[in-house]
């Protein structure tokens, strides 16, 4: 009973009208092949579907990063920033990862509080990455992203 059951079922899926008649089983392999081939592509598909709302996720992510009110750039933050970056270059041809906070403030010659205020302008410019210092505990550093040492300037 459950045989016949699983024929009408793959027989309906694939638009074969069977009646009440079971299927012979020269008609039962090609219909389980496409049907297995159909669940496979539905996989795939769904596979597919869950990258791109990841995709979309970090989209939207980034978005309201870019949108969050903070410091407004201007032709001094501006300046800021290349500085910051020219003086990174120098020192990542000598092998230093990146700068902290406070190592910036002193380049930049403006207090801490300042340049964590700049934190939002920093980490939204294409030239910075802004991570965890390697090994000091709850410090954070300010480094060149890899693919733009070679424009900075």
């Not at 700068?99 to 010659?109: F, R």
Request: with cysteine.
């Amino acid at each position: 009973m459950a045989a016949n059951a699983e024929d009408a079922r793959a027989a309906l899926l694939l638009g074969i009208p069977t009646g009440n008649l079971p299927l012979k089983e020269a008609r039962k392999g090609p219909i389980l092949k496409r049907v297995a081939a159909l669940e496979k592509e539905n996989q795939e598909l769904r596979e597919i579907i869950e990258r791109i709302q990841i995709d979309a996720a970090w989209d939207r992510k980034r978005i309201a990063a870019l949108e969050k009110k903070g410091v407004i750039p201007s032709d001094r933050t501006d300046h800021y920033l290349d500085i910051l970056a020219s003086h990174l270059l120098k020192v990542s041809q000598h092998g230093q990862a990146g700068v902290t906070y406070a190592q910036g403030a002193k380049i930049l010659k403006i207090s801490r509080a300042r340049i964590c205020q700049l934190r939002v302008l920093i980490g939204s410019d294409s030239r910075f990455n802004i991570s965890w210092h390697p090994s000091k505990k709850n410090t954070k550093i300010i480094s060149l992203k890899k693919n733009n040492i070679g424009r900075i300037v």
